[in-house]
């Protein structure tokens, strides 16, 4: 089957910068994908990883590592707006399939 | 810009009644897909579609059916809506077989009493 975890609660300060990790088991592995969903509203996509290293969007990055089965997303210069629940996924079956797998999702705060 | 509409904002019904819940896309997306949303459980995979008339089940399928007659449109049925179903339930859509990108609709929180 397949899995994701991440942490469920992150806390940070304003123009600080936060990691967000998503560990994920796969029976075949595609890529990794970033949803951003603010409270009350829909998901919506930041990005997505097939190969390892740095992607990097504006001040929104995300990594994959597929020996280690294992990706992040780093927000820098953290704002306000930024809080909101990020989202891991996978895809869920072969690789033509438009089927994702989520992540239990965590909910970023951004404290003044 | 792609939009993604649900019928219904908020929604209260019955245990027992039956519940039609739609989704209509305008950009001519091949895959639609629906979805539940709980807290601490994200969002789980109730059924999909990838061209009308065709569906596949999704990780949660039981006590749930869908429609696609037409391309732009997929409706979610509950036959007997039973008070476990009470959730956030959010309509996608995506272009391509193999993309990762998937467009939310705003959702529809539904309450079943």
């Known amino acids: 089957g397949q899995s994701l975890e991440q942490p469920s609660e992150v806390t940070a300060v304003e123009g600080a910068i936060v990691q967000i990790n998503c560990t994920y088991q796969?029976?075949?592995?595609?890529?990794l994908s970033w949803y951003q969903q603010h409270d009350g509203g829909a998901p919506t996509f930041l990005s997505y990883?097939?190969?390892?290293g740095l992607e990097e969007t504006g001040r929104f990055s995300s990594f994959l590592s597929r020996s280690d089965s294992y990706g992040y997303l780093l927000l820098q210069e953290l704002q306000m707006k930024d809080s909101a629940s990020y989202f891991c996924a996978v895809k869920g079956g072969s690789s033509n399939t438009g089927k994702l797998i989520f992540g239990q999702g965590t909910t970023l705060q951004v404290k003044p | 810009d792609v939009k993604v509409t649900q019928s219904s904002r908020y929604l209260v019904k019955r245990t027992g009644e039956k519940v039609f819940l739609e989704c209509v896309q305008d950009m001519d997306h091949e895959n639609m897909f629906w979805y539940r949303q709980d807290p601490g459980l994200g969002l789980r995979l109730i059924y999909f579609s990838y061209d009308v008339k065709m569906k596949e089940k999704g990780d949660i399928p039981e006590g749930y059916s869908v429609s696609r007659e037409k391309k732009e449109r997929f409706s979610l049925i509950l036959e007997s809506a039973s008070t476990n179903q009470t959730s956030m339930y959010l309509c996608?859509?995506?272009?391509?077989?193999?993309?990762?990108?998937?467009?939310f609709g705003p959702g529809t929180r539904l309450t079943v009493t």
């Open positions: 996608a859509s995506s272009f391509l077989a193999g993309t990762y990108e998937q467009y």
């Open positions: 990883n097939a190969l390892d």
């Open positions: 796969t029976s075949g592995f595609y890529g």
